[in-house]
Structures are given as structure tokens and as C-alpha cells.
């Protein structure tokens, strides 16, 4: 032959049998036996791959790099005179190459048949000799508009998905590693999960990150900081620049207790924003120095406005119950009101957590039952620590048939897990008698006395506890709430002291007086946010001091209230103008809200006869010459006024056309905070800072604390913990055993 003639005769005898034996062969048996697809891999990928797999050891895989010139021509002979035998394997190769690439294979009317772009839907030749090659695929997802859009939402790494053994793979098809990016998604895992900087050092997490990818560099705990820093950073001048934007806002304040040596003033600010919506920010988690007295947490609070440049904008700031923060809102209000800038001349400037009150109360109850808890938790800690005595107890609870399988063990500084623990305990009142009987050593035992004493305060807490959890559900606690809540403890307080046990009277007494002092008089804020709720309005005001109180008291409070309610809204004439027009909040408030029923269209271009007759008495308002404030209290409550997942707030943006002023001036009062202090507060007078922050700087602290709240609400991520769990711990019963 030819080739043995021009070449190394032993290589290319070599090459010529295994491309006649292993090619030729293999092409005409797929040919004839219809497996094209095998030629098509064997002939396409790296253009004679087969040749080099069978080729000798020499040859394997250097025939195109190190062999002479001639060998390589002579074995592109061979692959030429292939070609047609290969072009129903390139057929088949085109549409492979377009169906993993975005097109699909269509069927013209003429019968011909096309490759189609899933997302600009061109039409490509694709049979053989038409120019119908894989360029033309190439070519247009390179150029596809549709195409950059898909890659666009693929971030930084995309993927190709394939089949291998009935299983989706997905493999990396192009990666670029960013280690600035990584340090930054670890930061923001640190700060989002409280993780402790100490992970960084660990072997195991290392590795595990690793195995990810290679070019990962270990970050040290003191970079882990700094990125975390950065953040905080970053977020606080992008809050101050909303706070720039900002006209008035009301504050919260609540102590953190670190042990016996730290306490941090947590402040958070409420405000609207520039779409008028009511946001939520922690500002500051600033450390209280020694001694912790109101000027003290004054100077903290006031050295945190000036810092975020807010001094001038505070309306209200809402504090628990103890006499520090009384002194410390004292010395703000003489500060900041001195400037002439606070609304309604700082009447509603020192608000009082609801929260905290109910908290107060419910440890005036459990302070007059100690014996009888203290009873409880002995016994409790004692059956815990023995797993002999805990099946003995389980064993008479059988006996009984009691369905009850756990009893609770609590953290004296929540007095919420303290009510769960002896609700959980009176569960088994018969069994603890019995349990004694068997046990010698066990001398916590209540007496009948006691059993009964707890019962009838429990009763009570009950009425406390389901009250507190409606208002820490609230996102934002309206009038509404507020004032059942408060009804609804008066009522069951009142009832109590009715009570012919004169130990019963001696406990109500004392938690009658809590609530006297801070909800006996009606506190301002809340009777004006109660007026401005169009479910109730001044009548339901009017009702509750008349049900209350003798009528000539009533009569009196009635008109302190509405004296305050005409004040207020003159100032809000005064500093926007006598004319309505220009005053009104923008925007049409969302649907469902309207001034007398829930109304839902299902085409909105198109007004409805109620639509209609809305913005009627919306512009009839507004051409009035009567003021906002009369009309609205002429209109009395309206009690569908409000449709589902319609709030307060939402209502009264609704109608800014047609009371521009008295919307601003209620928006303004309701989205003051009267409810929890914090989310936190679920039974503590003061929050204790976990183990996880108490280990930290002062700095990183409050680094850690605002980030997380401000990461969160960028993200639209509303965490709700249920902090109790920390303070009740379960002791399920081995009923198995």
C-alpha cells in the first residue's frame, strides 16, 4: 500500500490495521446495524479518539502532537474518505448539540424538517449539506437576546445537567471563585446565625468547605470580625440615609442585662418610609455605665440620637415600668422638647410598656403563692434528677390512667414558664401524695391549702398569659386590641375580688393596684389612638368611662379627651396650612379599604357603583366646609370599615383625600408604639443576654445585634423566636418503660 511506502513501515502498518480493522469495521457494522450514534462519538469527539485508544502505547493519545507530518496527513486521508459514511452520524450530532443548547426539532408544514430557538423561536437548517452545521448553534446563543436573559439569572456558576444510570447529574460547566464573596456570605452567616468566630478554626469546618472547592483560604477568626464590622458598617449608612428621609419617629427602649456587671440600652426607632409604609430598625445596642442610673441610660439614649442625627425627629419613646426609665425620660424630654419640636408638647412622649405591665402583675400573683412554687419546683428538680424516682411516678400515673406524660421544670426569671410549670404539675395533684408515700426521702409535698391557692392564681395568670401573647403577636398593636386586652383583665379582676376567700382578695388587691396605677387613668395615647380607630371612634370612648367610672367622672375624662383631640389636630392645621390641597398622603391605599364596607372588583380598570359612590363622599368631604375631625366623629364607628388583611394604618392612607390633615395627624399617633418593648419580653422584667453575646466585646455586641435586625429586614425576613422555650424545660415520663 501507499502508506507503507511514504512512512515508518511497522507504524504504519500499525495504523493502517487498526484503522481498517477497529474503524472501517465499526463504521460499516453500526451502518448496517442502524447505530449511528456510536459513530458519530467515535468519529466527532477529538476527531479519531478510537484510533488513539487502540493505537499502541507509542502512539496513544500523541499522534497529533508528537508524530510526524506525514503520518498525520495520511490518518486525515483515512478520516476524509470517512465522511460519507459518517453523515447520518453528523445529522444526529447537530441535533444533539441543539437540544442540549436550547432548540427543539419541529416539523414544517412542507415536511421539512428545522432546529427552533426555545426563546427567540429562529428557525435553523439541520439537514446534512445545507449549511446546517453546529456553528450556526454556536454562533446565535452567543448573539440570542433570550439567551443572554436565561444566563443572566444563572449568577456565577451554570450547569449542565446529563443523565448517567437514571440519575439527573448536574456538572459544573464554568465557575469563578471569588474569595471576597465567600468571606462575605461567611459574615453574613456568623451575623444571621449567631455562629461563634471560634467554627473558623476548626479542622472539620475546613474541610468542609474544602471540599466545595480547593481554592478556598482558610479565614482566621480575626478576619471573620473585620467582615463582620464591615457590614455593620455598610448597613448603618445605608439606614442613615433612609433616616435623612424621615419626618417623625417613635423609639422603644429596653435594658439587656449582661450577669450583674453589663447592661445595654437596646433602642429600636419606628418610622415610615418614603412609600409610607412602617418600618421597624434595632438603632443601638449602647452600654450603660456604672452607676446605672436614669441620668445615666438618659445620656446613652440621647449620645445614640446624636449620633444617627435623629435628636430633632422624636415624637414618643416607650420604656418599661421602673423608676429609672421615669427619670431617664425625664431628663430627654427637657433635652429634646427644649428645641420646641415634639408633638403635642411631649404629652405622649413617655409611654409605658403594655407588655411590662402585665408582667409586673402576673409577679405580684405568683410573689404571694412563693411556698407553693417553690414546692413545685423542688419536686419537679427532684424527680428529674433520678430516673428511679421518675419511673416510680410514672408507674402510679398508669395506675391512675392519666393522660398527662410530662411535667415542666423553670426558669425562675420567666414567670411564664413559672405558669406553665405549675399548670403542668396540677395535672398531677393526686399523684405527688401517693408518690410520698412510697419515697421517704421526698419532703417537697404542697398541702391542700397550697393546691388550692395556686389553682384559683393560675386562673388568673391564665387571663395575663393570653393576653400578652394577642399583643406580642401584633405586628404593629392597635387601639383595638389594645383596649379588649385591657377590658378584658379589668373584667376578670374585678370578678376575683368578689371572691369570698379572703387570701384570694389580698392577691387580686395587689394586682388591682398595678393596674390602677398605669391603666386606671386612661393613658392619653391610647384613648386618642382609640378615637382615631374608625372601628370605635369617640363612642366606644364615651362607653368605656361610663361603664368604668361614676358619670360625672366619665363626663369629665370624656372631655379631657376630646379638649386633647381638637388640640392636637389644630397644631397639625397650624404646621401644615389651613388648606387641604397639597397636604394629602400620596397614593390610593390598598384595596379593600373603604370607608363603610370591604369592596373587591374583579377588573380594576373599571369602577363598581360602590367604587363610585366612595370616591363621591371622598370628594364631597373634601369640599366641605365643615373640619376633618368633626366630620370624621359625626360618621361614628364603623365596624366593617376595615377588609381582610387591611390595616388601621392602611385605612387611614386610603383616605388622605379626603381628610389630608386628620390621615397625617392619625397615621402620626397610631404608628406610635404603646405594645412589647421587644419581641423578646415573653416573661423577663429585663432581657438577659445570652452566653453566645455576653462572651463578646461591647462593640462587637452591638455590631452583631443591629446587623442581623437590618440584614433581616433588607432580606424581608421576619423572625419570631419563641424565646420561652429557652426558659422551660421538658420531662417527658418513660411511659414506655
Wanted: charged letters at 30%.
Amino acid at each position: 500500500m501507499d502508506t507503507n511506502g511514504d512512512a515508518n513501515e511497522g507504524i504504519i502498518l500499525k495504523v493502517n490495521e487498526d484503522v481498517n480493522e477497529d474503524i472501517n469495521l465499526k463504521v460499516t457494522e453500526d451502518a448496517h446495524e442502524g447505530i449511528c450514534l456510536k459513530v458519530m462519538e467515535d468519529a466527532n469527539e477529538d476527531n479519531n479518539l478510537k484510533v488513539k485508544e487502540d493505537s499502541n502505547e507509542g502512539i496513544n493519545l500523541k499522534v497529533n502532537e508528537d508524530a510526524n507530518e506525514d503520518i498525520n496527513l495520511k490518518v486525515n486521508e483515512h478520516v476524509d474518505i470517512l465522511k460519507e459514511d459518517l453523515k447520518p452520524a453528523v445529522k444526529n450530532l447537530k441535533r444533539t448539540y441543539a437540544a442540549m443548547n436550547g432548540f427543539i426539532e419541529i416539523t414544517l408544514s412542507n415536511g421539512l424538517k428545522k432546529a427552533q430557538c426555545v426563546h427567540c423561536e429562529e428557525k435553523f437548517v439541520v439537514e446534512p449539506g445545507d449549511d446546517g452545521g453546529t456553528t450556526q448553534f454556536k454562533r446565535h446563543v452567543q448573539q440570542c437576546e433570550g439567551c443572554e436573559e436565561t444566563t443572566k439569572k444563572r449568577l456565577i456558576m451554570s450547569y449542565k445537567t446529563c443523565r448517567i444510570k437514571n440519575d439527573n447529574v448536574r456538572i459544573l460547566k464554568n465557575f469563578n471563585f471569588d474569595q471576597e464573596k465567600v468571606r462575605e456570605a461567611a459574615a453574613g452567616m456568623v451575623i444571621g446565625n449567631e455562629c461563634l468566630f471560634k467554627m473558623f478554626k476548626s479542622k472539620v469546618f475546613n474541610l468542609f468547605v474544602n471540599s466545595f472547592n480547593p481554592e478556598f483560604e482558610r479565614i482566621s477568626p480575626r478576619i471573620a470580625k473585620g467582615d463582620c464590622l464591615r457590614i455593620y458598617e455598610d448597613e448603618k449608612e445605608e439606614l442613615k440615609e433612609l433616616l435623612e428621609t424621615v419626618d417623625k419617629l417613635s423609639l422603644t427602649a429596653e435594658l439587656w442585662h449582661v450577669g450583674n456587671k453589663t447592661v445595654y440600652v437596646c433602642l429600636t426607632g419606628h418610622f415610615f418610609d418614603s412609600e409610607k409604609k412602617l418600618q421597624r430598625r434595632i438603632l443601638s445596642l449602647c452600654d450603660v455605665p456604672s452607676p446605672r442610673s436614669g441620668l445615666a441610660i438618659s445620656d446613652a439614649i440621647f449620645k445614640c440620637l446624636l449620633d444617627w442625627g435623629i435628636e430633632n425627629k422624636v415624637s414618643s419613646i416607650t420604656v418599661d415600668c421602673s423608676s429609672a426609665s421615669g427619670v431617664a425620660l425625664d431628663h430627654l424630654k427637657h433635652r429634646i422638647g427644649s428645641n420646641g419640636k415634639l408633638l403635642f408638647g411631649g404629652k405622649v412622649f413617655h409611654q409605658r410598656c403594655c407588655v411590662h405591665i402585665i408582667d409586673l402583675m402576673a409577679q405580684n400573683g405568683l410573689n404571694e403563692i412563693h411556698d407553693f412554687v417553690d414546692n413545685i419546683r423542688k419536686s419537679v428538680r427532684y424527680l428529674r434528677l433520678s430516673k428511679k424516682c421518675l419511673l416510680k411516678f410514672t408507674e402510679i400515673v398508669k395506675q391512675l390512667h392519666m393522660p398527662s406524660k410530662k411535667l415542666i421544670l423553670d426558669d425562675s426569671a420567666c414567670w411564664n414558664a413559672t405558669y406553665s410549670m405549675l399548670v403542668a404539675a396540677m395535672e398531677f395533684r393526686e399523684v405527688f401524695p401517693r408518690y410520698q408515700g412510697g419515697d421517704p426521702d421526698y419532703t417537697w409535698l404542697p398541702t391542700s391549702e397550697d393546691w388550692e391557692r395556686g389553682e384559683q392564681v393560675c386562673q388568673i395568670l391564665k387571663v395575663l398569659v393570653d393576653v400578652k401573647k394577642v399583643f406580642l403577636r401584633s405586628e404593629n398593636l392597635t387601639a383595638r386590641v389594645l383596649m379588649k386586652g385591657i377590658w378584658k383583665i379589668r373584667e376578670v379582676l374585678s370578678k376575683k375580688s368578689m371572691a369570698e376567700n379572703p387570701y384570694l382578695q389580698a392577691v387580686v388587691l395587689k394586682m388591682k393596684g398595678i393596674f390602677d396605677k398605669f391603666w386606671g387613668e386612661l393613658p392619653l395615647l391610647i384613648a386618642l389612638a382609640t378615637v382615631l380607630d374608625p372601628r370605635l371612634n369617640m363612642n366606644f370612648l364615651e362607653f368605656w368611662f361610663r361603664e368604668n367610672y361614676p358619670e360625672f367622672e366619665a363626663e369629665r375624662k370624656i372631655t379631657y379627651v376630646r379638649d386633647a383631640l381638637y388640640e392636637l389636630f389644630n397644631g397639625y392645621v397650624v404646621s401644615q396650612g389651613s388648606s387641604n390641597s397639597g397636604q394629602c398622603m400620596h397614593g390610593d391605599g390598598p384595596k379593600g379599604c373603604s370607608s363603610s364596607v370591604c369592596v373587591h372588583t374583579e377588573d380594576d380598570e373599571t369602577l363598581s357603583s360602590s367604587d363610585s359612590f366612595e370616591l363621591y363622599m371622598e370628594q364631597r368631604t373634601a369640599k366641605s366646609d365643615k373640619p376633618e375631625l368633626d366630620m370624621y366623629l359625626e360618621e361614628g364607628p364603623c365596624h366593617s370599615a376595615l377588609g381582610s388583611g387591611c390595616s388601621v394604618l392602611e385605612w387611614w392612607k386610603a383616605r388622605s383625600y379626603g381628610y389630608p390633615i386628620l390621615s397625617k395627624m392619625a397615621c402620626d399617633i397610631l404608628s406610635i408604639p404603646f405594645g412589647a418593648t421587644s419581641r423578646s419580653s415573653l416573661g423577663t422584667l429585663h432581657r438577659i443576654v445570652d452566653h453566645y453575646h455576653a462572651s463578646m466585646s461591647k462593640e462587637m455586641v452591638q455590631a452583631l445585634s443591629c446587623a442581623a435586625d437590618w440584614l433581616n429586614c433588607s432580606n424581608g425576613i421576619k423572625s419570631s423566636p419563641d424565646y420561652e422555650k429557652n426558659f422551660v424545660k421538658e420531662i417527658w415520663l418513660p411511659w414506655g418503660l
